[in-house]
């Protein structure tokens, strides 16, 4: 029986993990859905799709990072234009993910640039290390300019208090399906950021394959708290979904320099 086999695999329904063989499908002819460990990890998704994903063992500008001395530099915060409204959480295979379902339209500016919010996932533990050292879940807030140029927010969660405007998104996490539609909530994008706006930035790209380069990373150096309840929700759904941090090479990783923003 190929779904059951699928739903033993991945954990997720078989209909998830029968879109996602189907997308590899289409794009090559591959038969194999990528993984965090194993024979279909990191290190071997190029193997999967040698066309599409070849950027994960070739790229020379790849994310995640181990964040180390980054350079400080007269950053213009970043301006946040997140409208609330409802949102669709569902699990994708790899992560739990939420996207607006409305019309209303959320962006960020970055160096001039506007980009439309369309979702945000996490990692467990985080993907970028700061000293080599992880945060328990990083949550990626994903941007797009309509010419599809990306810019990615990373936001690093530890334990502490119980985060209420969190709450609505992380009851879910152990329920959500395949579909959108069938779990919806809602919820006010701005306050899931943290307060303080420094931030590290650097070019890097996608997390997972195709890894693609040419996303602008912009990751918050203070952390949100969450009861340890909250982040159990995070790991009950998926842990270990991190992609290793990936050679720094000739980059330029920035922090703001303003001393408290
Ligand atoms: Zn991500």
Redo the contacts with the bound molecule.
């Keep these: 029986m190929k779904s059951r086999s699928f739903k033993f695999k991945f954990g997720v329904t078989a209909v998830a993990a029968a879109t996602l063989i189907a997308v590899a499908s289409t794009a090559s002819g591959a038969a194999v859905a990528w993984t965090y460990t194993g024979a279909t990890g990191p290190s071997h998704w190029k193997t999967i799709d040698p066309t599409n994903y070849a950027a994960c063992a070739d790229g020379s500008a790849q994310s995640p990072i181990n964040i180390v001395n980054p350079v400080r530099t007269d950053l213009v915060n970043l301006k946040f234009s997140y409208v609330k409204g409802e949102a669709g959480i569902f699990n994708n295979g790899h992560?739990v993910e939420a996207e607006p379902l409305g019309a209303e339209k959320s962006t960020v500016t970055i160096g001039g640039v506007a980009y439309t919010f369309a979702q945000f996932?996490f990692?467990a533990p985080s993907?970028h290390e700061i000293n080599g050292m992880h945060y328990p879940v990083e949550v990626?807030f994903v941007h797009k300019t309509d010419a599809g140029k990306l810019a990615?927010v990373g936001v690093f969660i530890k334990a502490g208090k119980e985060n209420v405007e969190w709450k609505a998104f992380t009851d879910k996490l152990t329920v959500a399906t395949a579909d959108p539609e069938a779990t919806k909530v809602e919820l006010d994008w701005a306050k899931l950021l943290p307060a303080a706006s420094k931030t590290v930035r650097y070019d890097g790209s996608l997390?997972?394959p195709g890894c693609s380069e040419g996303v602008k990373w912009n990751v918050f150096t203070t952390p949100i708290q969450m009861s340890q309840a909250q982040i159990n929700q995070f790991l009950e759904a998926y842990s270990g979904n991190n992609r290793p941090v990936q050679p720094l090479n000739n980059r330029v990783v920035a922090v703001d320099s303003t001393p408290t923003k």
Aim: hydrophobic residues 10%; glycine residues 0%.
């Design positions: 992560t996932h990692h993907e990626h990615v997390t997972t």
